[in-house]
C-alpha cells in the first residue's frame, strides 16, 4: 500500500515537473518569437525611417532647384529688360536732345537696372557662391553699361558735341557692351552647372 502511494507520488511529481518544464519552455519560446518579432518590427521602422529621410531630401534637392532655376531665370530675364531699355536710351544719341525723352527712357532704363540688381540679390541667397559671384558681376556689368549714354546725353543737352566726344562714346558703349556679353557667357555654364549638380544628387538618393 506504501509502495502504491509513492508510486502515485512520484508520478504526480513528474507530472507537476513535467507541466512545469513545459510551461517554462513554452513560455521562453513564446519570449524568444517575441523579442524576435519587436527585432523585426524595429529593423522595418528603421528601414521606412529611413526611406522616408531619403525621399524628403529627394523632394528637398528638387525643391532647391526649382528655386535657384527661378532665381537664375529672373536674373537673365531682368538683364535682358535692361538691355533693351538701354538700347532705347542709346537711340536717342542719333536724334536732336529732347529733354522730355531724355528723362523718359532714362528713369525706365534706370529701373530696368536696378531690377537687375535686386534679381542677382536672389541669385545669391540662392546660391551655390560661384553662381552667386557670377551673377553679381553680370548685374554689374548692365550697370556699368547705362553710364555712355547716360554721360553723351548729359554732354548733349550742354550743346553740340565734338569729333572726340562722340568717339569717346561709341567706344565706352562698344566696350560695356561687350563686357554685358562676357559675363552673361561666364554666369550662364556656372548657373547650369549648379542645376545639374543638384539634379545628379536628387538620383543618387532614389
Known amino acids: 500500500m506504501t509502495s502504491t502511494w509513492m508510486t502515485t507520488a512520484i508520478a504526480i511529481v513528474g507530472t507537476l515537473l513535467g507541466s512545469a518544464l513545459t510551461a517554462f519552455v513554452t513560455a521562453r519560446t513564446e519570449r524568444r518569437k517575441n523579442e524576435a518579432l519587436e527585432r523585426q518590427q ?92 557670377a551673377g553679381a558681376e553680370y548685374a554689374e556689368a548692365i550697370d556699368q553699361h547705362i553710364h555712355p549714354p547716360i554721360q553723351y546725353l548729359m554732354e548733349l ?6 569729333g572726340e566726344q562722340k568717339d569717346r562714346y561709341r567706344s565706352s558703349a562698344a566696350e560695356t557692351g561687350l563686357h554685358v556679353d562676357d559675363m552673361q557667357r561666364r554666369f550662364v555654364p556656372l548657373a547650369r552647372a549648379a542645376l545639374d549638380e543638384l539634379m545628379d544628387e536628387a538620383d543618387q538618393r532614389t
Do not use: F
Not at 528601414?47 to 528637398?60: F, P
Not at 543737352?157 to 565734338?162: D, I
Open 157 to 162: 543737352s550742354r550743346g553740340p558735341l565734338t
Open 42 to 133: 524595429i529593423r522595418q521602422e528603421a528601414a521606412q525611417d529611413r526611406t522616408a529621410l531619403r525621399e524628403l531630401r529627394v523632394e528637398h534637392q528638387k525643391w532647391r532647384r526649382d528655386r535657384r532655376q527661378a532665381a537664375y531665370k529672373s536674373l537673365m530675364d531682368a538683364a535682358h529688360e535692361a538691355q533693351g531699355a538701354i538700347w532705347q536710351l542709346s537711340r536717342l544719341t542719333l536724334e536732336p536732345y529732347d529733354q522730355h525723352r531724355y528723362d523718359t527712357w532714362r528713369g525706365a532704363a534706370i529701373d530696368a537696372v536696378r531690377a537687375t540688381r535686386q534679381a542677382a540679390n536672389t541669385v545669391e541667397l540662392e546660391g551655390p557662391a560661384a553662381v552667386a559671384q
